[in-house]
């Protein structure tokens, strides 16, 4: 199946009607996917024939969405509506070819029979379709019609790249209706007509859609067209086991790059929402993905969507990003959040690109990261009481190293990690006293902690005038001591 001759075309075709969610992204990143996998031909096709529940804007988030996960698309995007004529012809040729019929049941009689029918009730074509010339004479009148697809006998099956082979008895299958009274094409035609047009060869698309492919099939053979090959992919679920939807929380695409999550980790998340590459691979670049992918390894059992595992796959990536990347996202929530301003983001892009670097190996979101970044800004260090107890036991020979080190550092040279470090053993050796010595008071002194990172990083993202100030604050709380 994978190895055809004939070109790959999948397409991916969402309609305009909500935002671009969890489950669409997936169905587009699996279509992209097996189009870069083969060298195929990936299409973008707007379903926006529902011209009431459609909008533009909607197809503009969604457009959006799918630029920002890296999701490019070959060909559209192709807009349903701007095909309705062509959608009309296929119906008109099935009525020509018999294939379809005219019905002009109203809305009210099918309610009438389905009330007396009770619960096995059937549309039968007897009730359906008229005599010809009954039908023409209607027609003559003015009488709205729908056109109705002539279901065939027998069965329909397909052999789903997913759940492998698939069979509906067409006899469970009333003639449904291909074009509405309005003359406007009902979703199953138009979607055939245009897969045809477009000459796609495999149809990717969520398992909600399978009692649909049946109808589909039929169309397409109805039409002459060949039957493309289907990969129904498995639903999604949340944590709790039903289906996922807003009260699992965020579910737009436009939601997760708000909170933080990088379009890398999202794409990797999605991809193993019901595909498996195998050899326990899970962190992967989307090339990575691209080389592994195949609709033989697409679960048929339903995904669950563990937020939890986002997070953590989110922080995969995060470290393994270069620094400059994250930058400006760290940046962005700095300023939202009122620590700096967008002047004091331009002129410290040093000192940023040093904060990531610091932080992003054990972060799991951006947010996380210039949360850290209060470690070096802050006016006020609130000490843990353990670490004072530990570090400053003796504070008269304490305040003796703190002095030290104040006077090392005014007086430094260049403010870099390098001579910062430097600067403090010659201090300790000068003192003649170990390293650590030194720098566990000065640690505690300067963050409030008795962990942090390297205590020349820490300097250096501190400042020098911050630091002497946090230095001046630890010496006057060091008890029995002359500050
Ligand atoms: N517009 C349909 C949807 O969004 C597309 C179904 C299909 O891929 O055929 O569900």
Redesign the pocket.
Known sequence: MTDTNEQIRV?????PTGFLHVG?AR?ALFNWLYARRHGGVFVLRI?DTDRARSSEEMTEVILDGMRWLGLDWDEGPVHQADGVERHRAAADRLLAEGKAYRCFATPEELRKWREEGGEDFRLTRDKLELPEEEADRRVAEGEPYTVRFRVPEGSTEWDDAVHGKTVFQNDDIDDFIVLRSDRTPV?NLA?VAD?VEMRISH?I??D??IS?TPR?IMLYRALGAEVPTFAHVPMILGPDGRRLSKRHGATAVGDYAAEGILPEALVNFLALLGWSPGEDREVMTIEEMTSLFSLERINKKSAIFDPEKLDWMNGQHLSRQPAERIVPLVARKLVDSGTLSEAEVAENQEWLVTLVEMFKVRSRRADEIARHAQLFLADEVAYDPIAVQKHWKDPADVAKRLDAVSATLRNLGAWEPAMIEQALRATAERLNTGFGKVVHPLRLAVTGQSSSPGIDQVLFMTGRERTLKRLKVARKSLVGTKG
């Open positions: 397409r991916f075709a969402p309609s669409g169905t379903e979703y979607a897969d149809v698309r969520g909600d859609h649909n589909q």
